[in-house]
């Protein structure tokens, strides 16, 4: 069971599996989290949930273009940014809907999966980590354990525990 915060509220699942939302002060349009046993929630302008089987349902404020078009498969993780959605298959493979999709490399498989507004970073299979934005982005070397994609950074923490961060231009290519 996963909880999440965003840029347009927070949303988690209660212990009979609810999912309770609470919108931002900004904005008064968000809709209501659906019924039914919900494990894990991503939050960001909208909101998507995974239920038991794996299936997403999204939903959210109106700016949330393009998350109601949710794909008919199943996925072990999933991730929110401004603009798109992101579920990771069990063998990897990343598949992104709504209007700003994720252009993660067809090939690539992934661990672990974070979206935000300007793209998204994930650790592949290997350990070893990649972000794209306008396309894939460098990031610094080593082999690790989790990432989360800001609003224009990134920050994963190695296998040793130690914490890389780097920001990201508007190109989307890392500056620092």
């Known amino acids: 069971t996963a909880f999440d915060v965003g840029l347009t509220g927070a949303c988690g699942p209660s212990a009979d ?10 904005e008064s349009d968000w809709e209501e989290p659906p ?13 998507c949930a995974l239920d038991a ?8 404020a109106p ?18 940014g401004q603009g798109r959605a992101c579920g990771l298959d069990a063998e990897g493979a990343a598949t992104c809907w709504g209007e700003i999709a ?3 490399p067809a090939d690539a498989r992934f661990r672990s999966i974070s979206s935000n507004s300007f793209g998204g970073c ?8 990649l972000c794209c934005d306008t396309g894939p982005s460098e990031v610094p070397a080593g082999i690790y354990a989790s990432i989360v994609h800001g609003w224009t950074n ?3 923490i190695t296998v040793d525990g130690r914490m890389e961060c780097w920001v990201f231009d508007l190109g989307g290519f890392p500056s620092g």
């Open 154 to 156: 990134a920050c994963a």
């Open 122 to 129: 994930g650790i592949l299979l290997d350990g070893t980590a």
């Open 35 to 47: 019924d039914g046993e919900l494990l894990t929630v991503a939050v960001d302008i909208g909101a």
């Open 17 to 26: 599996g609810r999912v309770g939302g609470i919108p931002n002060a900004y």
């Open 63 to 80: 700016e949330a273009k393009g998350l109601d078009e949710v794909p008919d498969a199943v996925f072990e993780q999933i991730s929110v």
């Open 53 to 60: 089987e794996g299936y997403a349902t999204c939903w959210g």
């Open 102 to 104: 994720f252009p993660a």
